[in-house]
Nanobody, 119 residues
Framework: VQLQASGGGLVQAGGSLRLSCAAS????????MGWFRQAPGKEREFVAA????????RYADSVKGRFTISRANAKNTVYLQMGNLKPEDAAVYYC?????????????WGQGTQVTVSS
């Protein structure tokens, strides 16, 4: 599967942004999907994951209640709706895919999309 993330940009603190990740290749619904992020000087960290059917989700504690991951298997796309953004949410966001649940070490990575949050 190949992954293409989009939707990043500049947003003010408290604002919202929706990231999308379009997949091509093998059957999208076979994959657990997730989002990770990496801020400058920091390690890449887990943000959210969603199971193949979309029935199960997991979030990092830092984004619970503010971010929502969802997927549209008919469109081969996974989304990350981000709300009440904080300056510490600024990072390059990567979508990822794996065949296992929960998602721990992704099999595939997409290219990143930059999210900048101004205070």
């Amino acid at each position: 599967v190949q992954l293409q993330a989009s939707g990043g940009g500049l947003v003010q603190a408290g604002g919202s942004l929706r990231l999308s990740c379009a997949a091509s290749g093998r059957t999208f619904s076979s994959y657990t999907m997730g989002w990770f992020r990496q801020a400058p000087g920091k390690e890449r960290e887990f943000v959210a994951a969603i199971s193949r059917s979309g029935g199960s989700t997991r979030y990092a504690d830092s984004v619970k209640g503010r971010f929502t991951i969802s997927r549209a298997n008919a469109k081969n796309t996974v989304y990350l709706q981000m709300g009440n953004l904080k300056p510490e949410d600024a990072a390059v966001y990567y979508c990822a895919a794996d065949l296992n649940w929960p998602l721990v070490v992704p099999l595939r990575w997409g290219q990143g999309t930059q999210v900048t949050v101004s205070s």
